[in-house]
């Protein structure tokens, strides 16, 4: 046994060695022969008889080479060799032909793997966390897109936490961070930095161990504890330059001295899982204290002991929660908490799984298409090298041979295209992975890795045999002697295999018809979305975070407000400017509002309401429009007056049928007046209801987040950013070094999963459709030219250019017309699947359908043209006598 | 491919091979085929040239060694010399051979013995 393994291994270290073994064999038999000569000298017979019969003895030279090969090396890879070097000869003759399959398997290869890529990090792969499957996500049930609903009171958790017996931790983030937050303050210009806060035990909880340094300590959580931060890894590389030393230090935010008592590691990306394209710098202790009467502002993340079940932990939760209280100190307010708990990894990507598997599909109809295609290409070159394998047949190549020769073939191809299309990906997907500014979860950690190398090469081979299938067949059952007599022009050759060639133009269209359609109907739902009357105007408005600490002094506060806002206001090319702390599809909040009670009328109950507190000038700078009543004015904030301004929608639910301007509601724990009523605004994105908004003048100081400035003007930001930088510098000289962020960014962030949905499939359809109309071609074109004789003779006898173009372009459109049918059938059913993901548009709408066979046929007859152009120019003289 | 026929042929001459080195110690290609064919008599009529198929087959297995020398006469061949674990292979070949020759003998010496059945 032993002895056989080591001579596998010297078989197949022989097999590397060829040259040097080759030319001691040859130096071993020269010496036996002269020997052999010596000898028959040494006998007495003449040179030439000596030398004769030394090699009749030794018997072939040659024979005892290739078996002494045959002996010590592996037959096996010197066939695949010669395989090989024939595949390179045969595709190296055929270059065109070459370079457009590599090409045409790299596109569908490429598109392949990167969406693998991205489906393998959004949805397959499980959360960088130690045993991702116990991390729930605590949310209220009836939370919407409003997120003061889906957080919870300092006290509600700190009840849940003590009451729980599900979790082996509960903890949570502070959930209304805006970006730009802190400011690092050292020799320069303060330099901007987005920081969450933590609640105790958030890093233990996801399991998440520092890089450098430790994590929070219990006592970091207690009002007036010295300050400490921890820092994201990329922040530290970019900001502290991977400075080890940084641990330790203290270092200066928001003129606070803050000490930095560790790193987290590179593979913890807070924004990726809990806040798609956001990028946070630096994390600091929730302190429960601090935030007791702020209402609800935790999200909640928890870890499922062992051997407790999501079901199991979900019963308690509905037990516990309804009786937890908003604030201790406040008994009577009645929150009715409830609690959807929900796998961490599903709450994630769940909403996105559809969106992905489409995705998924579509690519695979692309993959079907090229494979279709190079079908059908190679079909066209079997019929052309058919007197090739005949002739090889002929001199002794065995059927299975030939047919081993043609996989070699079909594999390199697939091979050359899978190598192209793996590089493609790659650059593909470290390009999606740093895109920002699209919202997709874990977006960020897709990356080419060993799963999706498997994926490649899985598909890769799927590729070579769907492709490589029917050519193989019609060569191994073809009668290769028939085809060598035939001279290939009879009128009975071509019937089978036309219909196969059919066939496969047939399921293409079908193919591309499917792809189209899906697209079309994206497409429309996109424009729709872009459509959609948000109630403000994005473009031409711009937003920089701007820093006016006044210290909480409500006074000193609205007088530097009104500061800033006349002098940018007065600069030339700016039409308004207002601030606001918040803006729309960024951040929000909730609070609650009632209508107060009049005469023989009770106060109503509370609803819930997205809360902006904005000074004059907002509304006009972010294009609000007022249906009714007034703005805020600076007098409003001067004086302290407690005004608000209200949405349709609340005017809708609180006053119907009423004006409400005039009247008084009940908001955020005081009385105020309402002033105006403004037009619907989409808070969340463009897709989803508008709900209901408040708008509050500036009177109070309300969190450590920095506000917006947000200006409407002709300019571009980028010819403004200096002078009003200059006033915001002059009024204040701590203002940090942040950038204009156009308003249509926001919208874009939030319709960017659509966009990107949208975009993907797009080109697909696009390359699915110019594949279908290259196979078509393809198709034509060849039988055209196999034609050529028959279209020679019909001319001959009195069909006119006309007729012959026409009767191609004829047969063209009725493949066209069966493959538009079978795949409108289709699309039918497959649209119905993607419903969910539509926009104001019917998975049935005629537009799309009209739209794609349209296109297809307009697309089907420009390939369909050319061949029958040139159908039309055969001179029958010519044709005939060519024969 | 007619393997089975080949296989047995080889194995026969890989069983000479090891035979002879035993017998005659250090030897190159041609002094091992001279060799075989004065032993068979001239009965077996060996293309020398396969012979070293045969050698590298065994030199793989590790049951015999080759290595670069000098001949008597100054020329310049490789020798080779079976190793201790040719030589139990070659023991144990060899008993094969044995019994499977004298089975052999046993069954072709085998008389009619007239009647069917």
Redesign the interface.
């Given at each position: 046994m032993k002895d056989r393994i080591r001579q596998s291994w010297n078989r197949v270290r022989a097999s590397f060695l060829r040259g040097a073994l080759d030319q001691e064999l040859d130096a071993e038999m020269a010496s036996h022969l002269d020997m052999a000569i010596e000898d028959n000298l040494r006998r007495g017979m003449t040179p030439e008889e000596a030398r004769r019969q030394a090699l009749a003895h030794f018997g072939g030279v040659q024979q005892a080479r290739e078996r002494q090969r045959e002996a010590r090396g592996l037959p096996f890879l010197d066939v695949l060799g010669q395989d090989l070097r024939f595949t390179f000869r045969t595709l190296r003759r055929d270059l065109a032909f070459t370079i457009v399959a590599v090409l045409i398997l790299a596109l569908g290869i490429g598109a392949n793997v990167a969406v693998f890529s991205v489906v393998n990090a959004i949805l397959l792969r499980p959360l960088p966390f130690p045993q991702p499957d116990r991390l729930v996500r605590i949310v209220e049930k009836t939370g919407g897109t409003n997120e003061s609903g889906k957080t919870y009171t300092a006290d509600a958790t700190q009840d849940f936490q003590q009451q729980n017996r599900s979790f082996q931790s509960v903890s949570g983030y502070f959930a209304f961070t805006g970006p730009d937050n802190f400011k690092l303050i050292g020799n320069g210009q303060p330099l901007p930095a987005t920081g969450i806060l933590v609640a105790e035990n958030f890093f233990q909880t996801l399991a998440v161990e520092p890089a450098l340094g430790r994590l929070f300590r219990p006592e970091e959580f207690v009002k007036h504890a010295q300050p400490v931060v921890l820092l994201s890894y990329p922040y530290w590389k970019r900001q502290f330059h991977s400075d080890r030393s940084i641990v330790g230090r203290t270092v200066n935010y928001n003129n606070t001295s803050v000490t930095v008592i560790g790193v987290l590691p590179d593979t913890f990306d807070f924004g990726s899982v809990f806040s798609p394209g956001a990028r946070i710098d630096l994390f600091a202790p929730y302190i429960m204290d601090d935030f007791r009467n702020d209402g609800n502002d935790l999200a909640l993340v928890g870890r499922l002991k062992p051997g407790v079940t999501l079901a199991a932990a979900q019963r308690e939760a509905d037990e516990i929660f309804p009786r937890l209280l908003f604030e201790h100190t406040h008994p009577e307010f009645k929150p009715e908490y409830t609690a959807r708990l929900t796998v961490l990894k599903d709450y994630v990507s769940g909403k996105l799984r559809r969106s992905l598997i489409i995705l998924w599909c579509a690519v695979g109809l692309i993959l079907l298409i090229v494979c279709v295609n190079l079908s059908s290409l190679l079909l066209v070159r079997a019929a052309a090298r058919s007197k090739e394998f005949a002739m090889r047949s002929a001199l002794g190549a065995g059927r299975v041979r030939l047919v081993r020769q043609l996989l070699t073939e079909t594999l390199v191809l697939s091979g050359a295209g899978a190598l192209l299309g793996f590089g493609l990906a790659y650059a593909l997907t470290s390009w999606l992975a740093h895109q920002g500014s699209i919202a997709l979860p874990l977006l960020s950690t897709a990356r080419v890795d060993g799963t999706v190398l498997v994926w490649t090469l899985l598909v890769a081979v799927v590729a070579a045999i769907l492709f490589g299938l029917a050519p193989g067949l019609r060569i191994a059952g073809g009668n290769l002697q028939e085809i060598l007599k035939d001279t290939g022009h009879g009128a009975s050759e071509g019937r089978k295999h036309d219909r196969l060639r059919s066939a496969l133009v047939i399921t293409e269209v079908a193919l591309a018809c499917v792809l189209l359609v899906g697209a079309g109907l994206l497409l429309r739902s996109f424009l729709k979305v872009l459509d959609v009357d948000l109630g403000f105007e994005p473009s031409r408005a711009a937003a920089i975070s701007v820093d006016v600490d006044s210290g909480g002094n409500a006074a000193k506060q609205a007088a530097m407000w009104q500061n800033v806002v006349s002098r940018v206001s007065a600069l030339p090319g700016v039409e308004a400017a207002g601030i606001s702390d918040n803006l729309p599809m960024s951040r929000n909040r909730g609070w609650g509002i009632a209508a107060k009670g009049e005469a023989q009328r009770p106060d109503s109950p509370h609803i819930g309401v997205f809360v902006y507190i904005i000074s004059p000038g907002y509304l006009k700078a972010m294009g609000m429009r007022l249906v009714r009543g007034r703005d805020v004015t600076w007098d409003d904030l001067a004086n302290n007056r407690n005004v608000v301004i209200i949405n349709q929608a609340v005017a809708r639910q609180l006053w119907p049928g009423r004006d409400p301007v005039g009247r008084m509601a009940n908001t955020g724990g005081a009385d105020a007046r309402v002033i105006g009523v403004i037009e619907d605004v989409r808070q969340s994105g463009a897709e989803d209801s508008t709900g209901t908004q408040e708008y509050l003048p500036a009177t109070k100081q309300f969190g450590p987040e920095g506000v917006n400035l947000v200006i409407r003007s002709k300019l571009p930001p980028s010819a403004l950013a200096m002078t009003v930088m200059r006033v915001l510098r002059q009024i204040n000289p701590g203002q940090p070094a942040t950038e204009f962020k156009p308003i249509q960014a926001l919208v874009d962030h939030a319709t960017s999963p659509r966009r990107f949905l949208t975009l993907l499939v797009s080109i697909f359809a696009t390359l699915g459709l110019t594949l279908a109309a290259l196979g078509i071609y393809g198709v034509i074109a060849y039988t055209v030219t196999r034609r050529t004789q028959e279209i020679g003779i019909r001319m001959a006898l009195g069909a006119s250019r006309g007729r012959v173009q026409r009767s191609v372009l004829l047969r063209t459109m009725r493949l066209v017309a069966i493959g538009l049918v079978m795949g409108s059938a289709v699309s039918f059913g497959v649209s119905r699947a993607i419903a969910s993901l539509l926009f104001g548009t019917q998975p049935n709408d005629a537009v799309t359908y009209a739209g794609m066979a349209v296109l297809l046929l307009g697309v089907a007859l420009l390939a369909g043209y050319l061949p029958a152009r040139r159908a039309s120019r055969i001179d029958p003289i010519i044709a005939l006598r060519t024969n | 491919m007619p393997d089975s026929k080949l296989d047995l042929l080889q194995g026969t001459l890989d069983l000479m091979v090891l035979q002879t080195l035993a017998a005659m110690g250090t030897q190159?290609?041609?002094g091992i085929?001279?060799r075989i064919e004065q032993v068979s008599g001239n009965e077996v009529l060996l293309?020398?040239?396969?012979i070293?198929?045969?050698l590298?087959?065994l030199q793989?297995?590790?049951?015999i060694e080759g290595e670069w020398g000098t001949?008597d006469?100054n020329?310049?061949?490789?020798f080779y010399s079976i190793t201790r674990?040719g030589r139990k292979?070659l023991a144990e070949d060899a008993a094969y051979w044995q019994r499977l020759s004298a089975v052999m003998g046993r069954v072709l010496a085998m008389e009619p013995e007239g009647g069917e059945r």
């Amino acid at each position: 046994m032993k002895d056989r393994i080591r001579q596998s291994w010297n078989r197949v270290r022989a097999s590397f060695l060829r040259g040097a073994l080759d030319q001691e064999l040859d130096a071993e038999m020269a010496s036996h022969l002269d020997m052999a000569i010596e000898d028959n000298l040494r006998r007495g017979m003449t040179p030439e008889e000596a030398r004769r019969q030394a090699l009749a003895h030794f018997g072939g030279v040659q024979q005892a080479r290739e078996r002494q090969r045959e002996a010590r090396g592996l037959p096996f890879l010197d066939v695949l060799g010669q395989d090989l070097r024939f595949t390179f000869r045969t595709l190296r003759r055929d270059l065109a032909f070459t370079i457009v399959a590599v090409l045409i398997l790299a596109l569908g290869i490429g598109a392949n793997v990167a969406v693998f890529s991205v489906v393998n990090a959004i949805l397959l792969r499980p959360l960088p966390f130690p045993q991702p499957d116990r991390l729930v996500r605590i949310v209220e049930k009836t939370g919407g897109t409003n997120e003061s609903g889906k957080t919870y009171t300092a006290d509600a958790t700190q009840d849940f936490q003590q009451q729980n017996r599900s979790f082996q931790s509960v903890s949570g983030y502070f959930a209304f961070t805006g970006p730009d937050n802190f400011k690092l303050i050292g020799n320069g210009q303060p330099l901007p930095a987005t920081g969450i806060l933590v609640a105790e035990n958030f890093f233990q909880t996801l399991a998440v161990e520092p890089a450098l340094g430790r994590l929070f300590r219990p006592e970091e959580f207690v009002k007036h504890a010295q300050p400490v931060v921890l820092l994201s890894y990329p922040y530290w590389k970019r900001q502290f330059h991977s400075d080890r030393s940084i641990v330790g230090r203290t270092v200066n935010y928001n003129n606070t001295s803050v000490t930095v008592i560790g790193v987290l590691p590179d593979t913890f990306d807070f924004g990726s899982v809990f806040s798609p394209g956001a990028r946070i710098d630096l994390f600091a202790p929730y302190i429960m204290d601090d935030f007791r009467n702020d209402g609800n502002d935790l999200a909640l993340v928890g870890r499922l002991k062992p051997g407790v079940t999501l079901a199991a932990a979900q019963r308690e939760a509905d037990e516990i929660f309804p009786r937890l209280l908003f604030e201790h100190t406040h008994p009577e307010f009645k929150p009715e908490y409830t609690a959807r708990l929900t796998v961490l990894k599903d709450y994630v990507s769940g909403k996105l799984r559809r969106s992905l598997i489409i995705l998924w599909c579509a690519v695979g109809l692309i993959l079907l298409i090229v494979c279709v295609n190079l079908s059908s290409l190679l079909l066209v070159r079997a019929a052309a090298r058919s007197k090739e394998f005949a002739m090889r047949s002929a001199l002794g190549a065995g059927r299975v041979r030939l047919v081993r020769q043609l996989l070699t073939e079909t594999l390199v191809l697939s091979g050359a295209g899978a190598l192209l299309g793996f590089g493609l990906a790659y650059a593909l997907t470290s390009w999606l992975a740093h895109q920002g500014s699209i919202a997709l979860p874990l977006l960020s950690t897709a990356r080419v890795d060993g799963t999706v190398l498997v994926w490649t090469l899985l598909v890769a081979v799927v590729a070579a045999i769907l492709f490589g299938l029917a050519p193989g067949l019609r060569i191994a059952g073809g009668n290769l002697q028939e085809i060598l007599k035939d001279t290939g022009h009879g009128a009975s050759e071509g019937r089978k295999h036309d219909r196969l060639r059919s066939a496969l133009v047939i399921t293409e269209v079908a193919l591309a018809c499917v792809l189209l359609v899906g697209a079309g109907l994206l497409l429309r739902s996109f424009l729709k979305v872009l459509d959609v009357d948000l109630g403000f105007e994005p473009s031409r408005a711009a937003a920089i975070s701007v820093d006016v600490d006044s210290g909480g002094n409500a006074a000193k506060q609205a007088a530097m407000w009104q500061n800033v806002v006349s002098r940018v206001s007065a600069l030339p090319g700016v039409e308004a400017a207002g601030i606001s702390d918040n803006l729309p599809m960024s951040r929000n909040r909730g609070w609650g509002i009632a209508a107060k009670g009049e005469a023989q009328r009770p106060d109503s109950p509370h609803i819930g309401v997205f809360v902006y507190i904005i000074s004059p000038g907002y509304l006009k700078a972010m294009g609000m429009r007022l249906v009714r009543g007034r703005d805020v004015t600076w007098d409003d904030l001067a004086n302290n007056r407690n005004v608000v301004i209200i949405n349709q929608a609340v005017a809708r639910q609180l006053w119907p049928g009423r004006d409400p301007v005039g009247r008084m509601a009940n908001t955020g724990g005081a009385d105020a007046r309402v002033i105006g009523v403004i037009e619907d605004v989409r808070q969340s994105g463009a897709e989803d209801s508008t709900g209901t908004q408040e708008y509050l003048p500036a009177t109070k100081q309300f969190g450590p987040e920095g506000v917006n400035l947000v200006i409407r003007s002709k300019l571009p930001p980028s010819a403004l950013a200096m002078t009003v930088m200059r006033v915001l510098r002059q009024i204040n000289p701590g203002q940090p070094a942040t950038e204009f962020k156009p308003i249509q960014a926001l919208v874009d962030h939030a319709t960017s999963p659509r966009r990107f949905l949208t975009l993907l499939v797009s080109i697909f359809a696009t390359l699915g459709l110019t594949l279908a109309a290259l196979g078509i071609y393809g198709v034509i074109a060849y039988t055209v030219t196999r034609r050529t004789q028959e279209i020679g003779i019909r001319m001959a006898l009195g069909a006119s250019r006309g007729r012959v173009q026409r009767s191609v372009l004829l047969r063209t459109m009725r493949l066209v017309a069966i493959g538009l049918v079978m795949g409108s059938a289709v699309s039918f059913g497959v649209s119905r699947a993607i419903a969910s993901l539509l926009f104001g548009t019917q998975p049935n709408d005629a537009v799309t359908y009209a739209g794609m066979a349209v296109l297809l046929l307009g697309v089907a007859l420009l390939a369909g043209y050319l061949p029958a152009r040139r159908a039309s120019r055969i001179d029958p003289i010519i044709a005939l006598r060519t024969n | 491919m007619p393997d089975s026929k080949l296989d047995l042929l080889q194995g026969t001459l890989d069983l000479m091979v090891l035979q002879t080195l035993a017998a005659m110690g250090t030897q190159h290609g041609y002094g091992i085929a001279r060799r075989i064919e004065q032993v068979s008599g001239n009965e077996v009529l060996l293309n020398q040239g396969t012979i070293y198929a045969s050698l590298v087959r065994l030199q793989q297995r590790g049951w015999i060694e080759g290595e670069w020398g000098t001949s008597d006469n100054n020329r310049k061949a490789k020798f080779y010399s079976i190793t201790r674990r040719g030589r139990k292979q070659l023991a144990e070949d060899a008993a094969y051979w044995q019994r499977l020759s004298a089975v052999m003998g046993r069954v072709l010496a085998m008389e009619p013995e007239g009647g069917e059945r």
